[in-house]
């Protein structure tokens, strides 16, 4: 496991996300209606910036913790790998790319699919820890990971995590964000092959 010194971004990302939720939490609550992410909004009032402030307010504390439990189990992993491969800096960035786009790309899904609807909201970074999971399993298919803690290899959990979030987005199960997952995950699959050079060989060396 990596030290926190290891991993500063992931660890900025956590305490970033947790410091918001408790000053939002605990402030004028009008500011979780302010930033969260209504499409019909960013549509029809170019309230853009909810595409990036909404990633950092959560719906209650469970979600918060889902969320930065997965940053934190894939991205340490994630960060390390980056880091040691290409340098502090580049690593870092590199990371930081992944993340935001995969977190842009989730609440662009969730735009398209929802902006006719005036009373659809969503917050939580599901979409850019998304995009953080499936980099991950780029890199490492093959790695044990729990599918509602039924332990499988981790691109079958990809396949089901996919299956499912389009199943939710059909059915509306739920009072999830499915557009945002999905989105993530195909922004943080698209952002790694695009900004990792081999990360395409990486993965289908694996299965040869």
């Known amino acids: 496991m990596a030290s926190i010194l290891d991993i500063p971004v992931t660890i900025t990302l956590l305490f970033a996300n ?26 029809y009032k170019k309230r853009y910036y909810q595409m990036l402030t909404s990633a950092f307010l959560h719906a209650d504390t469970m979600h918060l913790f889902f969320n930065l439990f997965a940053l934190y189990s894939f991205g340490q992993v994630l960060e390390t790998l980056f ?4 340098g502090f800096a580049a690593g870092s960035i590199y990371y930081i790319l992944i993340y935001f786009i995969s977190l842009f790309s989730g609440s662009i899904f969730t735009v398209l699919f929802h902006y006719k609807n005036p009373g659809y909201v969503a917050v939580g970074a599901s979409g850019a820890v998304s995009g ?48 945002a997952h999905l989105g ?25």
């Open 83 to 86: 880091v040691r491969s290409f």
């Open 18 to 43: 947790a410091a918001i939720y408790l000053w939002i939490r605990y402030s004028n609550p009008v500011y979780f209606q302010r930033f969260a992410e209504w499409p019909f909004q960013i549509v």
């Open 132 to 179: 953080i999971v499936f980099s991950y399993i780029i890199f490492f298919p093959t790695s044990t990971v729990g599918f509602f803690f039924i332990p499988m290899p981790a691109f079958v959990f990809a396949l089901l995590y996919v299956a499912a979030s389009i199943y939710g987005m059909k059915t509306r199960m739920g009072n999830i964000g499915h557009e």
């Open 184 to 208: 993530g995950a195909i922004g943080g699959v698209i952002a790694t092959l695009l900004l990792i050079e081999g990360a395409f060989q990486i993965l289908v060396g694996h299965f040869g």
